[in-house]
């Protein structure tokens, strides 16, 4: 990873901060990207310089850049950054996030649209720069190298209740992923998901999670477990020259854990045979055959 310039969203705190720090071990110059606000998304702040005085510390190379991703033209500046101060952009972790949980019926709009606007617009923002970038290159160059590697979760990959905006915007993280990976290849560039584990500000507000991190009454031994910087080590080989060949793939990650997660497949089939189904066939067929019965309790969801 040596001389890679890298920029991770979200990079003031928890996961990114981990993810930053990994990256500059390895070598890499890292713009540390976060605009510093609560867990909510509210208020904004200067939590990348914390981030930024550590790799430094450690000696290695980061600015800090405050942006909210989810602007377009606030994450054109921070691809603008990495090419003013680093001369390029090689690997673009998008992680920055937010949570408001309510249950369904409790959620207000602006609490879904913002979830959706930072978690998924906050990630299209600063792929399309980069893509640009990217490309541009390619075509000047002939090929280009670059790495995208977004963020999803537990809940965007089997559902949580009381997190209708944030599964909804983590399974859409999914989508983006695959297609950037479609759109890109070509032009030498990889997009991957990791969906990482650890204890972080935006774990300890889930009800039923142990306490808070800050406050230090994790049982014995939870901290290597929830550690929030266990996952950057494989975004840092998602990201190296070594994963080339990996694009359009979810990791799910909690400690020593390393899961390749596959999606939606085909359970069972029928065919009409050459013609569009009728309503009135459908109640014993559906159930009868792709069900198997009609007492099959289709719903996963907790009865909680
Ligand atoms: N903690 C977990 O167990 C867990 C599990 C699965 C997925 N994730 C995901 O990992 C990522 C990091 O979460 P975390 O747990 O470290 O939380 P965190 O709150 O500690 O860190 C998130 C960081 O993103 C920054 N941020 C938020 N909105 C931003 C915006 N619009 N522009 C720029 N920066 C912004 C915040 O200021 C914060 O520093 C998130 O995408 C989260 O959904 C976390």
Known sequence: MEGKIAIVTGGGR????????????????????????????????????????LIQERGGEAVANYADVSSLEEAGELIGQAMSAFGGLDILVNNAGIARDAAVWKMTEEDFDRVIAVHVKGSW???????????????????SAGRIINTTSGAGLYGNFGQTNYATAKAALVGLTLTLSMELYKYGV????????????????????????ETNELPEGTWDRMDPGNSSPIVAWLASDEAQHVTGQVIHNVYDRIAWMKGWHVEKEMFSGEKAWKAEELSALMNGNLFGTRSIG?????TK
């Open 14 to 53: 928890g996961i990114g901060r981990g993810h930053c720090l990994e990256l500059a071990k390895q070598g890499a110059k890292v713009v540390v990207n976060d605009f510093g606000g609560s867990s909510r998304g509210e208020g904004r702040g200067n939590a990348a310089d914390d981030t930024v005085k």
């Open 125 to 143: 923002t600063t792929s399309h720069h980069a893509a640009k970038v990217w490309r541009d290159q390619a075509q000047a160059k002939g090929k």
């Open 298 to 302: 289709i719903s996963t969801a907790p």
């Open 190 to 213: 990889t997009a991957n998901c990791i969906s990482p584990g650890g204890m972080t500000r935006i774990t300890s507000s889930i009800p039923g999670f142990p306490p808070s991190f």
